[in-house]
């Protein structure tokens, strides 16, 4: 299995989901302490099968260099892109990922499962590329703001498109840290039981 993990959109929907700033959520004003639990997040993805290929893609915001070394500890291929000198915001991450897939679809002959961490619908296109050449894709987001693009995934393509929400394994997969990086809310031992996959 090939896990493709777009770490910006992951960590904007579990914010979303944490508190999305309209009130509600499953830990209203706790946005900015929320964390991601990466090893957790690899361990379910993979979710015990063998990982053959496994890249994340993000931006270099300051100061963010001890987050990327803990994903790249997981056994991720982490791939950094810079942002825009003067917007700040990213560019080329969305791409740098969608090349990544697509070399996976060429390079390998027979077809695998893809996991994709996202909730971005912008991905679409790729993921029927895959299902078209007879891959498995699960896509695996927080449901909160969670592209209805890549829902639609689940049907059809004879049951090798899944879509996974991971707010049942919210406090699973998420942790909260105050300013000060001390840990106020650990995750939970991870549980796989109920995972979907294809």
């Known amino acids: ?30 946005r900015l302490a929320l964390r991601l ?14 990982v053959e ?8 915001p300051p100061g963010l260099a001890a987050i990327w070394a803990r994903l790249g500890d997981t056994g991720l291929i982490v791939d950094l892109q810079e942002r825009g000198a003067t917007s700040g915001k990213e560019q080329g991450v969305d791409q740098a990922l ?5 070399r996976s679809l060429v390079d390998r002959d027979t077809p695998a499962v893809a996991v994709l961490l996202t909730g971005d619908g912008g991905f679409r296109a ?3 590329r895959l299902l078209a050449r007879g891959w498995g ?7 909160n703001g969670f592209s209805p693009k890549l829902r639609k995934i ?7 498109g899944k879509y996974v929400a991971l707010d049942p394994w919210y406090d699973q ?16 031992p991870l549980d796989l039981a109920g995972r979907p996959k294809v």
């Not at 290929?53 to 270099?60: E, F, I, P």
């Not at 894709?137 to 449901?143: P, Q, R």
């Open 154 to 160: 689940s049907v059809g393509h004879g049951g090798r």
């Open 1 to 30: 299995m090939h896990i493709f993990w777009d770490n910006s959109n992951l960590f904007a929907r579990a914010q979303d989901t944490c508190d999305p700033r309209k009130g509600g959520g499953l830990e209203p004003n706790q």
């Open 173 to 188: 997969l998420t942790y909260l840290q105050d300013t000060g990086w001390k840990v106020v809310r650990p995750a939970k």
């Open 126 to 128: 790729d993921v029927d």
């Open 98 to 102: 969608q090349l990544e897939m697509m």
């Open 137 to 143: 894709v699960e896509v695996l987001s927080f449901s």
């Open 37 to 50: 639990e990466f090893a957790a997040l690899f361990d379910f993805a993979a979710c015990g099968r063998t």
């Open 53 to 60: 290929k496994a890249v994340a893609l993000g931006s270099v």
